[in-house]
Each structure stands twice: as C-alpha cells, then as structure tokens.
C-alpha cells in the first residue's frame, strides 16, 4: 500500500463513538451553536445513551486507527418521534442518529461513508428506507443530508426547535 492511502474501517465501538460525539459536541460548543440535550457533553456518556440505544448500535469509523466519524445505527425507532409523519402507518427504516465527525477530520466526506455503511446494514435487515431526523436551522447539515440524496418529509415544531426529518430509499 502507497504511503498516501488512508485505511478505513468501520466497526462497532461504543466508547470511541462516545469519543467522536464529544468533540463534536466540543465543537458546537465553541463555534458558537446552542446544541439541543442530545449533544450537551454532560449527555455524551454511555449511561445517557444506553437510555436511548443499544451498544451495539454504536459505530466509528476509524482512519488509520484513528476515530474520525460516528453515529448510531437503529432498526428500531427509540430516539426521535416519527409518529406525528407516520400517523398509523409505520415504515420500516434504519434510522441514523448522532451522525458526527471529528472536527480534525472535517470535509473528507465521512458523512457519505457512514450513509453507505448504514445503506449496506439497511440491506442486511431488509430494510428499504433510511430515517434521519436535524435541527431545521442547521442549514448547513440539512444541505449534506440533502447531497446525500435525502428527501425532505416534513418539519415540525417540538418543545424547544423545529426538527427536519429526511428519508432516503435504499
């Protein structure tokens, strides 16, 4: 292998995914941004998360060993409330949540390999729809979701922001 050639893996790690989500959150923080409780560092630990999500639905994506991406992968809806879009029909999707990368690593495209990944663990499950669910005024994350070839389905105002839910085929 070329010296220039980066090895990427991703796998399922619970605590380095921790890790990346905290020094995004560390970022939002002193950028500036009013992060949700989602991603207040005093959240960003396994004992808030596993309220939430299973260990094993945890994933980093590793750059030389180094942890670069993160997100957590759900074929089961426990994170954010699609009922009010759903209404009596549920779909069966892989939802995406805390989708991040390091600041480090920012503008290499990690958020494509990560939906690539989460398009492949869809397929395993047999599932024919990603979910993800942002901040409506994250303009900028809401523009990657939609370069990702994700469809706007609706916003709606929740107790403290409008929330953006995207979907995409399989």
Wanted: positive net charge; proline residues 2%; contains cysteine.
């Amino acid at each position: 292998m070329a010296n220039n050639e980066k090895v990427i893996n991703i796998l399922n790690d619970m605590n380095k995914a921790i890790d990346v989500m905290r020094k995004a959150a560390t970022w939002l923080l002193e950028s500036g941004k009013n992060p949700s409780k989602w991603w207040r560092l005093e959240n960003l630990n396994s004992k808030f998360l596993l309220q939430y999500a299973k260990s094993s639905e945890f994933y980093v994506l590793l750059i030389d060993k180094k942890p670069a991406a993160a997100a957590i992968f759900q074929t089961n809806q426990n994170s954010q409330d699609w009922q009010s879009i759903d209404k009596n029909n549920h779909k069966h999707a892989l939802y995406i949540h805390w989708l991040c990368v390091d600041p480090v690593f920012s503008g290499k495209g990690l958020p494509k390999l990560m939906v690539e990944f989460a398009k492949t663990k869809a397929k395993e499950n047999n599932i024919g729809l990603l979910r993800v669910d942002t901040n409506a005024n994250e303009i900028k994350l809401r523009q990657i979701y939609e370069k990702l070839g994700f469809s706007l389905v609706a916003i709606e105002k929740e107790d403290y922001r409008e929330t953006a839910f995207y979907e995409k085929k399989v």
